[in-house]
């Protein structure tokens, strides 16, 4: 028999005594004769050995313990975001009560507090009936400009007009003239 046959059924060998006793002479002649089959085989065995004399040493701790810490680290979690929650609530409230006004515009961020109310500041924005009336005002200025400009642009038409009709009206008095001569 070749080595990777023998090396197949190794562990039969090791584990099942029947296995080596039924597997005849063929193999036990290829171990007596094959050192790298014999080295192998007594390595497993010594392996087996040892593992048969191994034994499960105790846990350090208990797995309850151990359970019951984790359990108290997420309530103690659970008790810190608690605490971090309050507190927020709190600052939030005293700055409610403090007339706190944050304010994020082109020139950056600004930063007030009055513990009574004030009169308001000039804004840096438009109230939305102040746009409204801005928008009106824009389109009631382009309407009238328009307007005007439509005025002049007809009075000018009106002048071409005239000057045209004058124009044909001097042409057709000269050519009637000369017809009668």
Not at 105 to 114: A, W
Not at 139 to 146: A, C, I
Not at 163 to 177: F, G, H, I, K, P
Request: hydrophobic share 40%.
């Amino acid at each position: 028999m070749r080595c990777d046959e023998i090396q197949e059924q190794m562990i039969d060998f090791v584990y099942d005594e029947e296995a080596a006793v039924k597997a005849g002479p063929e193999i036990s002649e290829h171990f007596r004769t094959c050192a790298a089959c014999r080295r192998e085989l007594e390595e497993l065995k010594r392996a087996r050995k040892y593992l048969q004399l191994w034994k499960d040493e105790a846990p350090l701790r208990s797995v309850a313990i151990a359970k019951r810490e984790g359990i108290a680290r997420r309530n103690n979690a659970r008790r810190y975001l608690a605490y971090a929650a309050i507190a927020a609530m709190m600052i939030l409230s005293i700055l409610a009560i403090a007339n706190t006004q944050i304010r994020v515009n082109k020139d950056g961020l600004s930063y007030s507090t009055h513990l009574f109310a004030q009169k308001s500041e000039a804004r840096d924005y438009y109230t939305k009936e102040e746009m409204r009336n801005l928008l009106k005002q824009a389109l009631d200025d382009t309407e009238s400009r328009m307007n005007e400009t439509n005025y002049l642009m007809m009075h000018k038409m009106w002048d071409t007009l005239e000057q045209e009709r004058w124009m044909y009206s001097r042409l057709s008095q000269r050519r009637s003239a000369q017809n009668k001569n």
